[in-house]
């Protein structure tokens, strides 16, 4: 009995089950959607081996300050896993559901810019202001305005449809050129140049699919 293929020889009943497969792994409501188990693994394997580098570089240095071996790899230890369950919720969190804390992320995040530079709050290493310290942590605010800057500027550009105006695209300059004034006086050149490269992300598409969700299809279910 012969069965109906198409012009690469795959019969349309593999099609039909590689298909459900599909929409079912990129539902928007499961947690693995876009999972790359390779990138992740890859992820945690490097940052074990981080681990393993700070503790050997580390040792000898505590050994003779009288201080714990495992300090420095255990506080390395602990920020991994809190980078673990971040990447946990925001993997189970539909990523549609983050634009609507991104101004909130972005109005903490630029307090946190101008913290850093009040004398008393932000620390000063090897000349720069970048760091505030929380419970013998350091928080680099920096660091954080780069994710600011692309949800902020995707939650912008999401409004406008895909077809920004004078107006969005002013406001969008706005958004980079804030934080990165802020970065600069740290001061902290390299992340100040960086924040302007960051900008397409946070309005990467084409003009019918735009920042948080694909407009594309309500735009194709209203024709």
């Known amino acids: 009995m ?6 690469y020889g795959q019969d349309q009943a593999s099609r039909a089950m590689r298909a459900q497969v599909r929409n079912r792994w990129m539902a928007p409501k499961n947690p693995t959607r876009h999972l790359d188990p390779v990138l992740v693994s890859c992820a945690l394997l490097l940052s074990a081996i ?6 050997s570089a580390t040792q000898a240095r505590q050994a003779l300050r009288g201080a714990p071996a495992y300090e420095f790899a255990t506080r390395q230890g602990l920020s991994l896993g809190l980078a673990i369950v971040a990447m946990v919720v925001f993997t189970v ?4 559901h983050i634009r609507k804390f991104a101004w909130v992320f972005y109005a903490v995040t630029i307090v946190l810019l101008g913290l850093v530079l009040v004398p008393g709050i932000g620390s000063v290493v090897n000349g720069a202001q970048r760091w505030i310290e929380v419970g013998g942590f350091q928080i680099q605010p920096s660091e954080l305005a780069k994710l600011a800057v692309i949800l902020a500027l995707a939650a912008l550009f999401h409004r406008a449809d895909g ?3 004078p107006l969005t695209i002013l406001a969008g300059l706005g958004i980079v050129a804030l934080p990165m004034v802020l970065i600069f006086l ?8 960086q924040l302007p490269a960051l900008g397409p992300s946070g309005c990467a598409g084409d003009r019918d699919r735009c920042s948080f969700g694909d407009r ?8």
Do not use: N
């Open 186 to 193: 740290e001061p902290d050149l390299g992340t100040a140049c």
């Open 93 to 96: 969190v539909d990523y549609r």
């Open 2 to 7: 012969s069965t109906t293929t198409d012009w």
């Open 216 to 223: 594309s299809g309500r735009r194709r279910s209203r024709q």
């Open 50 to 55: 981080g681990i393993v580098s700070v503790f």
């Open 163 to 165: 077809q920004p105006g």
